[in-house]
């Protein structure tokens, strides 16, 4: 079915929130709970406001629910989250991209 850009947007606005959503579901983390998808839901509303279509949910579960049990593991999820810090995402490109500036971001990231 694909993503729609409006739902990549409310993506890239919960990857800037992850720091409250962490926080949201601190309990579950600690007590080493998986969490359903309404559940997941509910958290990723009360930290960012927005409702997400159930495509997004069921995609996140889809990549992220490792024995496919229908619950998350929020260690897990967050871990590879927060991954994205050392890729370079959590910067601002305040001078605009450029053709080559993307290109030599696909080399460094092909070499790797």
Known sequence: QGVTLEQWS???????????FSTAVRLY????MPV???EFARAVQCTCGR??????????FAVFDANDDGKLSYREFLAVMN???HRGLKT???RGWTWKDFKRCVINEMSR
């Open 83 to 85: 991954d994205r810090l």
């Open 51 to 60: 409702d997400w279509d159930d495509t997004v949910v069921d995609l996140i």
């Open 10 to 20: 409310s993506f890239s606005i919960f990857l800037n929130n992850l720091a409250q």
């Open 92 to 94: 601002r490109n305040d």
């Open 29 to 32: 983390t600690n007590a080493d």
């Open 36 to 38: 359903t998808k309404a």
